[in-house]
């Protein structure tokens, strides 16, 4: 079945510092990939997507591109700010088998920490 | 525009006690989910419901049951609560049909559980 396996945190960073969290998934065929986002005691909310190999996806200044050859999508941002601090979740859905009806597949998580 | 609403926020059973988590949507979703999020381990699928009148198992079923009443509500029950089932609850909704690998999830900010 389906999987996504994201860094392990948490990540602590400075203010203005690059930002790499790191995702790889398993599954067959082309599944779509997304980020999400979730600020303390809210939902999640989508960050950036992709849909089909080598598409970029960006959003508030971060990006990830969708890499087939090995099976990653990589969350980047050039200069974090402490409002990014977060937990951050990559997420699947798809791939082969036909029918998904937008079912999502999300790693376990990163929560990112940006101090001043 | 309110999206995605869950109640109740907060909640705390004994074991053995039940209680409905209730979800509504406002945006005209064929698509629904119940998710649960525990520390580590992301969020995992219970329930969704892929139209109105269609219910299916996802990842962690076991303790649950839920009704789509109609297209804007499904909700998510507890027969038994036990301890294990201790987490936060997340509900979702997508305009995903069969084809709808790319559409996102939008999420309600989710009901703590505790059960003692």
């Known amino acids: 079945g389906n999987s996504v396996t994201q860094m392990e945190g948490p990540v602590t960073l400075s203010e203005e510092a690059f930002l790499t969290i790191n995702c790889t998934y398993t599954?067959?065929?082309?599944?779509?990939l997304f980020w999400y986002v979730q600020y303390p005691g809210e939902g999640l909310q989508l960050l950036l997507k992709?849909?089909?190999?080598?598409d970029k996806g960006s959003n508030k200044g971060f990006e990830a591109t969708y890499r087939k050859e090995t099976t990653s999508f990589h969350l980047e941002k050039g200069s974090v700010q402490v409002s990014d601090s977060a937990v951050y979740f990559c997420?699947?859905?798809?791939?082969?088998?036909?029918?998904?009806?937008?079912?999502?597949?999300f790693g376990q998580g990163t929560i990112l920490t940006v101090h001043p | 525009n309110a999206g995605v609403t869950q109640t109740p926020k907060f909640q705390v059973l004994k074991t053995g006690q039940s209680m409905t988590l209730q979800c509504a949507q406002d945006m005209n979703h064929n698509s629904m989910y119940w998710y649960r999020q525990d520390p580590g381990m992301g969020l995992r699928l219970i329930y969704y419901s892929a139209s109105e009148g269609t219910t299916d198992k996802g990842e962690v079923p076991n303790g649950y049951n839920v009704s789509r009443l109609n297209k804007r509500e499904f909700s998510l029950r507890l027969e038994s609560a036990a301890p294990s089932q201790t987490s936060v609850y997340f509900c979702a909704s997508s305009e995903a049909t069969d084809r709808g690998r790319g559409s996102p999830l939008h999420f309600g900010n989710g009901t703590r559980l505790t059960v003692t």
């Open positions: 599954a067959t065929g082309y599944p779509s």
């Open positions: 992709a849909t089909k190999a080598d």
């Open positions: 997420a699947l859905s798809g791939g082969a088998g036909g029918t998904s009806y937008g079912k999502l597949t």
